[in-house]
């Protein structure tokens, strides 16, 4: 697994916030209901700084504007938000700001002024890289928008994320994967992936009650990921987030899809599965083993429920699975010791 340590964000949320059209997808009130004003964000920025350690932290502190297309806003509201952001960037109490928003919201006026008021990271929603797809979901825009927003970026030294989305009318997994195949060419400093849900009030719920679109299920979803993951890990691009964070709009709002509070952690104990199976298969006259994982892996290889470990007793006859923690071993390998010797394997190498 790649090292990265996320900055601690204080997220602020401008639902559909320069958007002019709204994708069959979307119904951002899901994810947030009002739209806060420049001096609410301000107070924000006090009551998120006072809660913080009185030691501080040695982690990036930035304040990020989701939801929306930020530089799609007119240029005073986005001075009125990024102004309000100044005292604390100069003070040192901030660090950076992140926005999000469209690949074909970034022209040189709107870089420049993100330039001169301390925006450090840009996510891009490229959702993804088919035409035909952003087309049928009312996107917008196209893959050479994505193409050309992510060099500008990187023209200009800012920091890179995209975000895609998997399950999308139109799309299959395996245009999700080539999808994912061209943004790991363009090398983003990370990814977010998100699974498609139907949202009651987006327009996907009308496509969806009529039975014209079938969401992926949970397992789909998580054989999918897994492949991604791993696909991203080789190329040393680290997955910022999979699914959206649960929220109780979420859960009202939420009417059919594969979503789950935990769908990281769920891909990471598949891929241990994996490995911990791949292991195995080389020695089927064990009926004591012990794996060995880094200790912030134990619950992943375990599985919710020792899910996990009770599939492996099952499939290979294991009369006993021991588990420890073992710190100098990377996170994401995996090393097994049966009764004469020691084997390792690391989850880039699986066959996906």
């Not at 040393?236 to 109780?248: D, F, H, W």
């Not at 292991?279 to 619950?299: A, N």
Request: aromatic share 8%.
């Amino acid at each position: 697994m790649s090292p990265f340590e996320a900055p601690i964000i204080l997220p602020v949320f401008l639902p559909h916030q320069g958007c002019s059209n709204r994708c069959i997808f979307c119904n951002q009130r899901a994810i947030a209901c009002e739209i806060p004003s420049p001096q609410m964000v301000y107070q924000s920025i006090q009551s998120f700084l006072l809660s913080l350690p009185v030691k501080g932290t040695a982690r990036e502190i930035q304040v990020a504007f989701y939801g929306g297309s930020f530089t799609k806003m007119e240029t005073e509201t986005q001075m009125a938000y990024l102004k309000v952001t100044r005292p604390f960037l100069l003070r040192g109490e901030l660090h950076s700001i992140r926005i999000s928003t469209r690949p074909d919201g970034l022209n040189e006026t709107a870089l420049s002024l993100l330039k001169e008021y301390g925006v450090k990271t840009i996510e891009v929603g490229a959702q993804s890289m088919i035409n035909e797809v952003l087309s049928i979901c009312q996107r917008n825009h196209t893959k050479e928008d994505t193409l050309s927003a992510v060099s500008k970026l990187r023209q200009w030294g800012f920091e890179v994320g995209v975000h895609l989305m998997m399950g999308l009318l139109g799309d299959t997994p395996e245009g999700f994967l080539h999808s994912l195949d061209q943004i790991i060419s363009l090398r983003p400093d990370f990814v977010r992936l998100h699974p498609t849900l139907v949202l009651r009030g987006s327009p996907l719920e009308a496509i969806w009650l009529q039975g014209k679109y079938l969401p992926l299920s949970l397992e789909e979803t998580i054989h999918c990921l897994k492949k991604a993951v791993v696909r991203l890990e080789r190329a040393s691009i680290p997955v910022a987030r999979i699914g959206l964070q649960p929220s109780l709009e979420l859960k009202e709002y939420l009417l059919a899809g594969p979503y789950h509070p935990a769908l990281h952690q769920l891909i990471d104990s598949a891929l241990f599965f994996d490995m911990a199976q791949t292991l195995l298969k080389d020695f089927p006259d064990e009926t004591r083993v012990t794996f060995f994982c880094h200790p912030k892996d134990l619950s992943n290889l375990i599985g919710y429920r020792r899910e996990n470990i009770s599939k492996l007793k099952k499939q290979f006859h294991l009369g006993e699975i021991g588990v420890k923690e073992r710190e100098e071993l990377k996170r994401g390998s995996l090393l097994l010791q049966t009764s004469n010797e020691e084997v390792k394997i690391d989850r880039t190498s699986l066959d996906l």
